[in-house]
Every structure is written in structure tokens, then in C-alpha cells.
């Protein structure tokens, strides 16, 4: 599940990014493939399971218009405008070019696409599906002749496009999904969801040294930004061993499981661009395949990470206590009692209706990586569902780096895993957008030293060489 990933933190992202700006005759008409309303409508339902719309269009700008930056660990990677316009988006897309930028992640000018754009997730896309995507995007998106206002701009070597070529022989699996025979159907359904367009290990899903996905631990937990989309296999205590299909199908459809967790950040809105809207049985498929994910534990879990905590009230012992001259010496009864006790109530239950969660049992808490908890405290949780607006205020512009540590600590050891904790610099970091990556300059090395080596083994085969030619 997202991510937004998402290279997303690694490269963040959603369906189709980086489909080419550059466009190119057309030799094959949406009519060519034999497009009808209900092949539309089902093409729109494939694109939301792949949740374009949240990497393509920008805050309050126009569906698939592109234009948002995606940060990676090599610098943003700027999506593309991928509605039918002729001029700035992919109307003359034939069929074939739009299936090797999906499945491939080649754009129609030949260039290839950045892995922002999870192609080796969309690989395994069948040829109906992706006839059906194409007939979406090329009749069902209004096109939008105008250009994002910036473009993907890489240091070197990244902006040699020419190198994924190397990168797709070594991680791109170019077979599309095969049936498990030994499987059932709903299981089968919910891999070719989970796996495929939903793009789950995008984000929840470690990486190696060159980016790739480490199928070895497939949806062991992965980073996402400043954001950690956590371990979702079978594990019972690191993982989702624990949830029921019915808890999981809630959470994709409301982003709450009842003392279990709420979906924040990317995940939150994978659930509302994207998993709300998909059928109640294909959420129950893609619930059951990620239940027999093989389970990957961390030893630092030695519980279910939501089955941390208690009720507890401790304001009782700030009570006509005067505040600090320095707000950062506040206490972190003191931060609760000022900023989170009036919705989530003294002792962490929650608020009276049931609105918001309580801080115990609670996932967000209970995880040996605090990252997502001091992310929502910066940013806070902002939700529009069909009934309701759910509404966690930021404290980025209210709380110092030393307040939202105080409080953090003081949560955590409350109400969650006590082994986990946040520090000073982790909230500076995360507030300044995550850490700085070496990649760039890893990589940049790496080419010098192997010109190096050539350089060198020319000059010893030139030396040798001399040393043969006979003098005259």
C-alpha cells in the first residue's frame, strides 16, 4: 500500500508517473481497440486501484494534470500531465506506447521512465486491464493543454535516462501475473491487486543499495519520504497477524481499524484517492493475500505493536503547577495537557464519540519507529470522507523541536512501546523535509573510480604493448 512512496524515501509514488511530456502521431485511435462505456468505466476502476490521481494532480489543480514534485533520495521527480491533451500530455499515445510506459516504463519518444512510476508493480497488469486504462485515460479525463511548471532536473548520473535500461535487466520482472493454481480464486485476485496495481510493496517494501525492492522481505516495512509504512506481513507482532480480514477491510475503507491504528500520511491518502472506492470483495481478496504474505519479525517487537499501553491520567500532577519561564522546558504532562487532552480526552481514551482514537492500542505508538508519530504531530491528519471531515491539528507552526520530543517521549512511554523514543534531531530532521542522501554522490564516486580502473588497465595494456613492439 502507498505511497506514497510510492522511489516513495525511497521514490514515492503512484501509477504512471513520468509518462512523457513529448508526444507523437498517433497510429491507433481509441476506436481501434474497440473502447465502449463500460470498457471506460471499468478502466477508471483499474486507474483509482492505482491511485494516479494522487501523484498527478496537484492541491486544488486539475485531475492527471501532473505538476507535483515527488521527493526522492536523488532530488524531486516532477509528475507529468497525463490526460489526453495532444500538446502537453499523452493524447497520441498509441495503445503499445501506453503499455510499455505502464508495464515497461518506456515513454512513446523511447526514453526511459524513473522507477517514481512503479512499472515493475505494473508489469504484471494484464492486456484487458491495460486496454481498459488506456480507454479511460484517452476518453474519461478531460485533457488539459497546459504543461506542469517544472521538470524533473536529476544530478548526474540520474539524468542519463539511458542508464535504467541497465537498472530493468537487473529488477524489472517483465512477466505479466500468472495464475497460482494451487491458490484460490480470491487469492489470486487480491495478488494480482496487491502486487500489481494497488503497487503494495512500493512503499512497505525495503530497499538495496540500488533501489530496487528486496522481494526477499516483501512488505517487511519500507520508508516512504519522511514517512515509515510499516511491516504489513503475517508477522503477529510486527506485522498484521494479528488484524482479522474484517479489520484490515475497514481500515482500507474508513483508514481506522478500532484499537488497532489509523491511516495517516501517504497511507491516508492511498485510502481516500484510492482503496475506499474499490469493491468490498476486492478489498476481502487483497486482505487475504496480504494475510499469507510470509511472515518477516523484528525482535524489538515483542508484542503486537497495537496491543501497547493502558488508560492512564497523570495530569493530577501538574495541578496549579506554574509553566516555565522556557516553553522548552515544559514537561511532557504539561505539552499533553495543552494540546492533546481536550480531543483525546486525560487519560488517552479517545474523544466521546469515538471520532478520534485513543493513543493506547494504538499502532502509532506502539512501533519501534517513531517516525510517523512525530510526522502526524508536525503535520497533523486532515480527511474528507463521504460522511465526515476528520481533522488532527499540526503543531509544526506552535511546537519546538524540543516540545515535540518532550511530548513524543512522554506519549510513548504512556501509552506505547516503551523501547521506541524520539529525539531532538530526528523532529529537525523530519521537519526539514528528511536527512540529505549520499546516493548522488555515491554514485558520482563510483562512476569516477570505475573510469579510474579503465583508465588504468588501458595504460598498462598501452605500456605492455610498447614494451612488445620490436625497436627498428
Given amino acids: 500500500m502507498r ?8 521514490l514515492g509514488a503512484s501509477v504512471l508517473a513520468l509518462l512523457s511530456l513529448n508526444v507523437y502521431a498517433a497510429t491507433e485511435n481509441v476506436a481501434a481497440v474497440g473502447a465502449d462505456a463500460d470498457m471506460v468505466k471499468r478502466g477508471q476502476y483499474l486507474a483509482t486501484a492505482g491511485d494516479c ?11 492527471m494534470a501532473g505538476g507535483l514534485a515527488l521527493p526522492t533520495p536523488i532530488g524531486d521527480i516532477i509528475a507529468t500531465n497525463i490526460t489526453p491533451s495532444k500538446t502537453h500530455g499523452i493524447g497520441n499515445y498509441t495503445l ?23 512499472y515493475t508493480s505494473y508489469a504484471l497488469v ?39 535500461a541497465a537498472w530493468n535487466i537487473l529488477f524489472l520482472d517483465s512477466k505479466p501475473f500468472v495464475v497460482d493454481s494451487s491458490k484460490s480464486v480470491e487469492w489470486n485476485r487480491g495478488a494480482y491487486l496487491s502486487r500489481g496495481l494497488a503497487h503494495c510493496s512500493t512503499c512497505h517494501t525495503p530497499r538495496n543499495m540500488m533501489m530496487a525492492e528486496n522481494l526477499s522481505k516483501e512488505l517487511a516495512g519500507g520508508d516512504v519520504g519522511v514517512w515509515h509504512a510499516p511491516n504489513i506481513t503475517s508477522d503477529a507482532n510486527s506485522g498484521i497477524g494479528g488484524w482479522s480480514e474484517q479489520e484490515l477491510v475497514n481500515y482500507m475503507q474508513t483508514g481506522r481499524a478500532t484499537d488497532k491504528g489509523q491511516a495517516s500520511g501517504p497511507m491516508a491518502e492511498a485510502v481516500d484517492h484510492s482503496l475506499r472506492h474499490l469493491t468490498p470483495e476486492d478489498l476481502r481478496a487483497i486482505a487475504v493475500y496480504i494475510q499469507s504474505v510470509p511472515a518477516v519479525h523484528d525482535a524489538a517487537d515483542s508484542r503486537p505493536v497495537y496491543a501497547w499501553g493502558s488508560a ?17 522546558q515544559m514537561t511532557g504532562p504539561q505539552l499533553y495537557d495543552a494540546h492533546c487532552a481536550t480531543c483525546h480526552q486525560a487519560s488517552a481514551q479517545g474523544s466521546f464519540d ?7 492500542h494504538n499502532t502509532a505508538l506502539g512501533r519501534s519507529n517513531s517516525n510517523n508519530l512525530v510526522m502526524v504531530m508536525l503535520d497533523g491528519i486532515q480527511r ?24 513524543g517521549i512522554y506519549l510513548i512511554k504512556q501509552y506505547g512501546n516503551p523501547a521506541s523514543t524520539v529525539t531532538v534531531d530526528q523532529v529537525k530532521t523530519l521537519r526539514a523535509g528528511g536527512g540529505a542522501s549520499n546516493l548522488a554522490l555515491l554514485a558520482q564516486v563510483g562512476i569516477a573510480a570505475i573510469a579510474i580502473v579503465i583508465l588504468a588497465v588501458l595504460l598498462l595494456f598501452m605500456r605492455r604493448r610498447r614494451r612488445n613492439t620490436p625497436s627498428t
Avoid at 505511497?3 to 525511497?10: A, D, F, T
Avoid at 469515538?354 to 493506547?360: A, M, R, S
Avoid at 460522511?387 to 511546537?399: D, Q, R, V
Fill in 384 to 407: 474528507q470522507t463521504e460522511t465526515e471531515e476528520i481533522l488532527m491539528p499540526g503543531f509544526k507552526n506552535a511546537l519546538s523541536d524540543q516540545q515535540i520530543a518532550t511530548l
Fill in 3 to 10: 505511497s506514497p512512496l510510492c522511489l516513495h524515501g525511497l
Fill in 312 to 328: 492512564k491520567n497523570e495530569l493530577n500532577t501538574i495541578r496549579g503547577m506554574p509553566l516555565p519561564k522556557d516553553l522548552n
Fill in 96 to 118: 503499445e506506447q501506453f503499455s510499455n510506459a505502464l508495464r515497461k516504463g518506456v515513454r512513446a519518444d523511447g526514453q526511459r521512465l524513473y522507477p517514481a512510476m512503479p
Fill in 354 to 360: 469515538g471520532g478520534l482514537p485513543p493513543l493506547f
Fill in 126 to 164: 494484464s492486456d484487458d486491464d491495460t486496454k481498459a486504462m488506456y480507454a479511460y485515460f484517452m476518453n474519461g479525463v478531460q485533457a488539459v493543454d497546459a504543461a506542469p511548471t517544472q521538470s524533473t532536473s536529476l544530478p548526474f548520473p540520474f539524468n542519463i535516462r539511458l542508464s535504467m
Fill in 53 to 63: 490521481i494522487a501523484c498527478h494532480s496537484t492541491p486544488h489543480g486539475k485531475p
